[in-house]
């Protein structure tokens, strides 16, 4: 089961702030963050684990609440190299059949203009 | 360490024939992925190993897929025959066991299917 990302895509002006939500039917582990550039791999941002940790990174952060199985990625600022496709991905307990397992939501396009 | 390596980058075949995709994992990393990229469900997790162990093979299509890992630096993931639906992109993930782990992505294989 993927997890569901929303909104599917953002429209910014340099400066301004976005929030891309990430949501489980499952209980979650970790919840890891990747960008992704045109014509390129993912790259890997943050990973969250159970807590309701939040990390920062740059003027991207995140949070993760295990309760509401939801993570949201923060944008401030925007900077034009922000752009690209950012990927959510879960991580199930450990102990089940399925630990290790990484799975990734449909994407949210993030696009910048100057 | 060079990264995930995969190939080819780019394949392009015709409907019916066998395709082969090979990747590489990174040393040490115990855990490798397969994933399909394509706009409508983003990053979709096909088959991912432990240890050279299938272990959730759910995500596979159809029977026209197969994946092997016959050694730790080694996986490849066979679509026969293939059919013009299966064209996307197909990532190679590893990462290394272990609760605050990244995923490390291969550069991708564009496979068409004309």
């Known amino acids: 089961q993927q997890p569901v990302q929303s909104p599917q895509a953002v429209i910014l002006r340099e400066g301004e702030d976005a929030v891309i939500n990430c949501s489980s039917s499952k209980a979650l582990y970790s919840v890891h963050w990747y960008r992704q550039k045109h014509g390129e791999a993912p790259v890997f941002l943050m990973i969250l684990l159970k807590g309701g940790e939040q990390k920062g990174h740059d003027k991207i952060s995140a949070s993760f609440n295990e309760k509401k199985q939801q993570s949201s990625l923060y944008l401030t600022a925007s900077q034009l190299s922000y752009s690209g496709t950012y990927f959510c991905g879960t991580e199930s307990p450990a102990g089940g059949t399925s630990y290790g397992k990484l799975t990734f939501g449909q994407g949210t396009i993030l696009t910048v203009h100057p | 360490d060079a990264g995930v390596i995969q190939s080819p980058r780019h394949e392009v075949t015709e409907m019916g024939q066998e395709v082969t995709l090979r990747c590489k994992p990174i040393s040490g990393h115990d855990y490798l992925f397969w994933y399909r990229q394509t706009m409508m469900r983003g990053l979709e997790l096909l088959i991912y190993f432990n240890n050279n162990v299938p272990i959730d093979d759910s995500g596979m299509p159809e029977d026209r897929f197969s994946a092997k890992m016959p050694n730790a630096s080694f996986s490849t993931l066979k679509i026969q025959p293939s059919e013009p639906r299966d064209s996307a992109v197909y990532f190679c993930?590893?990462?290394?066991?272990?609760?605050?782990?990244?995923?490390?992505f291969g550069q991708g294989t564009r496979l068409t299917v004309v």
């Open positions: 993930a590893s990462r290394p066991t272990g609760g605050r782990t990244e995923a490390f």
